[in-house]
């Protein structure tokens, strides 16, 4: 059995790793020239850990781990206004949980495929045909007949546009463009330290914390009622955050002005269906839940997982994607609605809101606040894997 996999992030390299381990051969397309680093921070947890798990992958991971002590929100002076320690937050998640880069889980990922699939860079698909076979023309100019094509190429899929229609036709925006870019400065860093600072007003929340290499990575995130990414990246977040105090400021002269910066919409993909005969997608191609619902590796990694699994019970390709999507899809929607109902709050657009926040991050220092989080977090405990971690590694 041979698949065509297109796009080498997280959910194309996991699923690559599964299939290739029970015998498929595989062939792995990446339209960038190169594995992609830096990036945001992600925290990884769930379906992805327990997938991470099973692969063999966590001891790598801990060393990719990012130990941040505490999430604080300061005001344009750096005046504390609320946080929460980050231990609070991992005793939720019984510690099963990773705060880390996600180029860094990139970079694990491609370690473990390395000298078993090769990755053919620079390349993208170019057309596509199912018959008794898939058929795909490569962008450089070569042709692929497999049993299976495979989009996990992200939010703007080239398969997903090929075989499904426009993006527009799928893609939900949420009203925030969000940033981010990786400095060194050792200034900044002893300012930081070893937390996550936090500025916001309404609308605009700008971030700054370090990286396990010594360097410290920037997030951006701010309500736009205009979906359209800026000609200049660069100066257009120069000119929103600004004025958001000495921190910020510092921040912004030392970002990259050589393309080093990554800049997009906060999305949403939505699907009726995620596959059409021996093609179907997986990961942010399908069921992007958007940075603020803060899943979408651990989902990407999940979905990959339960394909492959599926996969592996010798129904047939058609049955094994369609049994994938049964699994994934419930799961998805509620972490969708999820990301929808936090976006308010993860970057409040109206000061009441700004101000329960801070209350209620003020509540989280407070004894038996613990029992309150695992509450309320409890629905994000949940994988999609299902069965229990020691039988499936057997």
């Known amino acids: 059995m041979k698949a065509i996999i297109c796009g080498a992030g997280i959910a194309g390299l996991t699923l690559a790793w599964w299939l290739e381990r029970d015998g498929w051969d595989v062939v792995l397309v990446e339209r ?9 921070m992600i925290d990884f947890f769930g379906s992805g850990y327990d997938v991470a798990e099973m692969m063999g992958l966590l001891p790598e991971l801990n060393k990719a781990h990012t130990r941040v002590a505490e999430l604080s929100y300061v005001d344009h002076n750096e005046h504390g206004e609320g946080g929460i320690a980050c231990s609070r937050v991992a005793s939720v998640f019984d510690g099963r949980i990773l705060s880390l880069m996600r180029g ?34 490569l962008s450089d100019g070569s042709v692929q007949r497999g049993d299976l094509l495979v989009g996990a190429d992200g939010v703007h899929s080239r398969v997903r546009e090929l075989v499904f229609g426009s993006q527009e036709r799928y893609l939900r925006y ?20 070893d937390r996550f600072v936090m500025v916001g007003v309404p609308g605009r929340q700008a971030g700054l914390y370090p990286t396990n290499d010594g360097r410290l990575a920037a997030s951006f995130i701010h309500a736009s009622p205009d979906r359209a990414i800026p000609q200049d990246p660069q100066q257009a977040l120069c000119k929103l955050y600004g004025n958001l105090g000495g921190l910020v400021r510092w921040t912004l002269r030392q970002m990259p002005q050589d393309g080093e910066v990554f800049y997009d919409q906060v999305a949403q993909i939505e ?5 059409r005969g021996s093609i179907v997608l997986i990961g942010d191609a399908c069921h992007a839940v958007s ?7 651990s989902l990407a990694a999940g979905g990959a997982f339960v394909l492959a699994e599926e996969l592996r019970t010798g129904a047939g390709v058609g049955r094994a994607i369609a049994a994938y999507e ?48 695992r509450a309320a977090f409890s629905p994000l405990r949940d994988s999609v894997v299902e069965r229990p971690v020691e039988a499936r590694a057997a």
């Not at 940075?291 to 590796?297: K, P, T, Y």
């Not at 000061?351 to 038996?368: E, K, N, S």
């Open 32 to 40: 960038e020239d190169g594995p992609r680093a830096g990036g945001y």
């Open 104 to 137: 860094a889980l990139e970079q694990a990922l491609l370690d473990a495929v390395k000298g078993r699939i090769h990755i053919r860079y620079g390349t993208t698909i170019e057309q596509v045909s199912d018959g008794d076979a898939v058929t795909v023309r």
């Open 174 to 193: 949420l009203g925030y463009h969000a940033a981010s870019f990786v400095l060194r400065d050792d200034e900044l860093g002893r300012r930081v330290g």
């Open 271 to 275: 699907m009726d269906y995620w596959s």
């Open 291 to 297: 940075l603020m619902a803060g899943q979408g590796a």
């Open 326 to 373: 049964r699994r994934m899809r419930p799961f998805v929607q509620d972490r969708q609605r999820t990301g929808r109902k936090t976006a308010r709050w993860f970057v409040p657009t109206e000061h009441w809101r700004m101000t329960a926040r801070r209350i209620a991050f003020a509540a989280a220092r407070l004894p038996g606040a613990t029992a309150v989080l």
